[in-house]
């Protein structure tokens, strides 16, 4: 599943991303892009019992995939 939240101003990038993690099944994995490091989402990522792989791309975004 992927998840687009460029364009978005804070919290909206947050709040969708918590919400797709719900819907999310234990061998799948959920990939965003923001345009910002997400630093607040790590923090409650790891709360969640997920980990997370961040890379910046070319156009300064950041590609993140989400999984257990």
Known sequence: MILDNRGLEPPQPMMRTLAALETL?????????NERRPMFLYEQLQELG?????????????KIEIFR
């Not at 099944?25 to 892009?33: A, H, P, R, V, W």
């Not at 997920?50 to 950041?62: A, M, N, V």
């Open 50 to 62: 997920f980990k997370q792989r961040t890379e910046e791309q070319e156009d300064g975004s950041f």
């Open 25 to 33: 099944d234990n061998n799948q994995t959920l990939t965003i892009i």
